[in-house]
C-alpha cells in the first residue's frame, strides 16, 4: 500500500494542526508480532505497574492533552479535561474489572484434581479510534488489551491523529514499548488494511455502524478473530407525565446537544406525551436559545463547540433541510453563521407528521421532535429504530419504568437521567446496528481475553473400573 498524507484541521480555526505519512502495515503487524510473546509472559503484576505509570503520564501531560483535544476536535475545554479525567480513571477501572471478569478461579479440588478457569490473551490486537473522543474510547480498548497480555496497533481517527499521537507517547514514557502499544497513522484504506492482515488476532473498533458493518463482513470467514463493534444509535429520550418541567428540559437538551450531540448516546428523537408537548417545549426552547456556541478556549466558556469538520456540516445543514421539506415543523431552525468554519446552532424540529423518518443516526446538534398519544404508542416510537443504544424515560411512575426498562430494546436504559454520561464502572455496549453483543467499558475485560478450562493433577492417576477383561 503506498504511503500518503494525513492533514488534521482544528474544526474551530481551519487552521492546519498536524500531519504525517501512512503507515506500513505490513511492517506494523510484524513489528506487534514479534513483541507479543514477551509481552505476555511478564507477570500481570508487571503489566499493571506499568499501566500505572500510564496513568502519571497522562496527569503530567492532562494540561497539554485536554488543550489537543479540544483543538483537534472543537470541544470546549472544560468537556476534554474531563476526557483527560477518563483517560486517567481508566486504568484503575481496568485492573479491577480483569479481576473480577477474567481473573484466575479454581472451581473444585477433590480426587479427581483442581478444575480451574484461567485468561489468556489473544495477541495482536488492532484498535480503530473513532474522533469524537479520541483519546478516552480508544483508550478504552487499549488498557484492558494491555493488562490482558495483548499487543496493540492503535490506528486513531485520521481527523484526530495529532491526539492519537500524544496518548501513545504517554504508553511509550511509561515503560510500554512503541511496539507493545504502537501508534499507526491513518484513514480508512489503512483500517481495512489492518483488519484484513493474516498477522492479527482481533479488532477493537469504535465508530460508525457503517464502518462495522464492513469490519464484520471482511472477518465473517474467520471466527477465529475477535471482533469488538462500538457504534451509533438513534437513540430516544421519552417524556411523560412530569411536573418538573425545567429539569426535564434540562436533561433533554443536555442529552441532545452536548459535545454539539456528537456523542453515540446523544439523544435524537424526544418522543413526548401530547399533554406534556406545550409546556416541555417552550422550556427546551427558552433553554436552547441561552446556548454558548463558541471555539474551544472562549471565555466565557461555551456549551458546545462546533461539529468535527466543515463536510460535517455540510450533512447535517442537509439533513435538516431534507426534513423541513419532507414534512418536519421547524421548532429552531439550524443555522450556520460563517460557511467557511462548521459551527452550527443547537436544531430542533419536529417530525410527527412526516410519513417515513429516516432510521439514521445524525451526528450533531439536531434534535428530532415526536409527539405521541400515550406511553404505549411512546415505547412503539421508541423501538422503531434498527439501532439499540441508548434510551431514557423521563416522568412517570416506577411501575412505568419498569415497563419501559422491560419492553425497550437498548443496552443503555436510564430513568430521570440523560441518555449519555455512562459510567466507566459498567458495561457499555448497544444492540442491532449499536454492537455486536462485545460490551465495552467495565465489560471490555472480556473481549481482552479468552477463557482456559484446565484440569490439572500434580502426578498421573488413573484406573479404568468396568470394561477391561481380567487377562
Ligand atoms: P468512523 O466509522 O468513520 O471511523 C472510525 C474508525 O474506523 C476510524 O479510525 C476510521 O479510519 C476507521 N474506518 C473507517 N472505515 C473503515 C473500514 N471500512 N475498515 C476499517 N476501518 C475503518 O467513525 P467516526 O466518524 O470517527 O466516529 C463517529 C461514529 O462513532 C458515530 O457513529 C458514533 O456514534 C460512533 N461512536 C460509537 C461509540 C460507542 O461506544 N458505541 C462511541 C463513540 C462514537
Redesign the pocket.
Known sequence: MSQTEIISIEPATGNELWRGKTGDVDAAVDRARRAWPAWAAQPLATRIELVRRFANEVRKASDKLAELISKETGKPLWESRTEVEAVINKVDISVTAYAERTGQKKLDSALQGTAAVRHKPHGVMVV??????PAH?PNGHIVPALIAGNVVIF?????TPAVGELLMECFNKAGISAAVAQFFV???EE??A??AHRGIDGVL????????I??NK?LASNPGKIVAL????NNPIVVIDTPKITDAATLIVQSAFTSAGQ??TAARRLIIKESMYGPIIDEVKSLVSRIIVGEPFADPAPFMGPVIDNNAADQLVESFLYFLSNGGKAIRHMTRPDDSLPFLSPSIIDTTDMPDRPDV?L?GPLLQVIKVKDFDQAIIEANRTRFG?AASLIGGSPQDYNRFWANIRAGIVNWNRPTNGASSNAP???LGL??NHRP?AFYAADYCAYPVASTEMDQPRATIGVGLSTT
Open positions: 480503530l479510534g473513532p474522533y469524537n473522543f474510547l490506528k486513531p481517527s485520521e481527523k491513518g484513514g480508512p483500517g481495512k489492518l483488519v473498533f469504535t465508530g460508525s455502524a457503517q464502518a462495522g464492513a469490519i471482511r462500538e457504534m451509533g444509535g456523542r453515540c443516526e451526528f443504544l457499555f455496549g448497544g449499536s454492537g465495552a
